[in-house]
């Protein structure tokens, strides 16, 4: 089956621990998102990417870490520095890096600070 | 500063109406918007696309359009069910910005 994976469904983080988003995709896509969605609000854009070792941040990337290193990975660090990640995270990918492409999105990680 | 509102945050109605989501954008340069479907505690579901150069798009019991000019989208559902209960979400495309705008959601309940 074709589509977007995300690992683990739910984390837990103590304050001060990073913690990484896993996010693999298999249907060939060169561009890569991450959103995080917080309740009753629409999804924010952390990062993006439109080629393998290639990203660009989006409007709230502050705390947040990301690489592509394969075309088919792209995974979200969540680090220390971000006051308050405790929020559902949503990967994406479309063909390319545009709106007229249709986004694809994984089952998402919901992320808790203890 | 690009802005999405969704109108109505939610909506309950009996099976079998039909129904018309609202999304509007503060900046009318729209260029591609998509409309999707969040299911409780899931990913979202593309719906449908609509590029630069339609107006509308259509998807069994779902039409949606485009006015560029007021920068209005409308998500129409006909003969609604109670399958079609979940959070409908549009995005939207700033041209030359390359990424998509979220509005927050309508909350869409059929009662059966």
């Known amino acids: 089956d074709g589509g977007i994976t995300q690992s683990p469904k739910y984390l837990f983080r103590k304050e001060g621990q990073n913690v990484t988003l896993s996010c693999e995709q298999n249907?060939?896509?060169?561009?890569m998102y991450w959103y995080r969605q917080d309740p009753g609000q629409g999804l924010r854009l952390i990062y993006y990417?439109?080629?393998?070792?290639?990203?660009q941040k989006g409007d709230i990337a502050e705390g947040y870490s990301v690489s592509r290193e394969k075309k088919e990975s792209f995974p979200l660090t969540v680090t220390s520095a971000q006051k308050n990640p405790t929020a559902f995270y949503l990967c994406?990918?479309?063909?390319?890096?545009?709106?007229?492409?249709?986004?694809?999105f994984g089952p998402g990680t919901r992320l808790t600070v203890l | 500063k690009q802005e999405v509102t969704q109108i109505p945050a939610a909506l309950s109605v009996p099976e079998g109406e039909n129904l018309v989501l609202n999304c509007s954008f503060t900046d009318s340069a729209i260029y591609n918007l998509q409309w999707f479907r969040q299911d409780p505690g899931k990913g979202l579901t593309s719906l449908l696309l609509?590029?630069?150069?339609?107006r509308e798009q259509t998807s069994g019991r779902l039409n949606a359009s485009l006015d560029k000019s007021s920068g209005r989208s409308t998500l129409y559902i006909a003969a609604s069910q109670p399958g079609d209960s979940a959070t409908y979400l549009c995005?939207?495309?700033?041209?030359?910005?390359?990424?998509?705008?979220f509005g927050q959601g309508t909350r869409l309940t059929i009662n059966p």
């Open positions: 995005a939207g495309e700033i041209q030359g910005a390359q990424k998509l705008v």
């Open positions: 994406a990918s479309s063909a390319v890096l545009s709106g007229t492409d249709t986004q694809y």
């Open positions: 609509i590029q630069s150069s339609q």
């Open positions: 249907l060939n896509h060169d561009a």
């Open positions: 990417s439109q080629i393998v070792n290639d990203f």
